[in-house]
């Protein structure tokens, strides 16, 4: 069952799609992940890709399309795959149903993480992040052992200056906007399911590996 975690910043979709595949045992498809690795790789859409980048372009949808259809190549995503990061927008989640549809797949599940904003807001604006190793904490929910300083490195952690609370309502605002027309395209397809975010990660967590499993045995009875 090939599964799209969708969420706003702060819903801790990246988190999630990672345990997650841990825990149905699919591979993690971040397509940021994927275009770090396609450039640090060296590869043909590796190299055009970084050609955007190095101009300070947006990467084009075609050669991230292009580096999902050779990711989904690689063994192991028969039975399923978690994908994180894409699609962002409709013309994406077209051009994915047609890469899956020549693979004879599509998608099974769609998973909104749905958090309240003041949630978002508290997160990410108590967010804390090492300057040296790039680990993060939070002021109350995840509080470094000595203030200010890294568990792991010692480094010395700083809080971004677009992690507070009037930038993440402007992102929240964006993200809104631009997943609209994706909830709409998925949930008229019959497959996006809604999940609150707003409680600990592995409550959220339990709840979509039971809707999984939920998914899976109706598929098997219906045979
Ligand atoms: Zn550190």
């Not at 967010?127 to 002021?139: M, N, Q, T």
């Not at 952690?157 to 309502?169: E, G, I, M």
Request: net charge positive; proline share 4%.
């Amino acid at each position: 069952m090939n599964i799209i975690l969708l969420g706003p910043p702060g819903a801790g979709k990246g988190t999630q799609a990672k345990v997650l595949a841990q825990r149905l045992n699919f591979p993690h498809i971040s397509t940021g992940d994927l275009l770090r690795q396609n450039v640090s790789a060296g590869t043909e859409l590796g190299k055009k890709a970084k050609d955007f980048m190095n101009k300070g372009m947006l990467v084009p949808d075609e050669l991230v399309n292009q580096m999902l259809v050779e990711r989904f190549k690689v063994p192991g995503c028969e039975n399923g795959f978690i994908l994180d990061g894409y699609p962002r927008n409709l013309s994406q989640a077209k051009a994915l149903d047609a890469i899956l549809k020549d693979r004879r797949t599509g998608i099974g599940l769609v998973v909104y993480l749905d958090a309240s904003d003041s949630v978002i807001i508290q997160r990410i604006s108590g967010r804390l992040v090492c300057s040296a190793c790039g680990e993060s904490f939070h002021i109350t929910n995840m509080p470094p052992k000595i203030p200010m300083v890294c568990d792991k490195c010692k480094g010395k952690l700083y809080q971004r200056s677009d992690d507070t609370a009037d930038t993440v309502k402007q992102r929240l605002a964006v993200y809104k906007n631009e997943v609209s027309s994706l909830i709409d395209y998925y949930q008229s397809g019959g497959i996006l399911n809604r999940v609150s975010a707003d409680g600990e990660a592995e409550e959220v967590l339990n709840t979509i590996v039971k809707m999984v499993q939920d998914l899976r045995r109706q598929k098997t009875a219906a045979g």
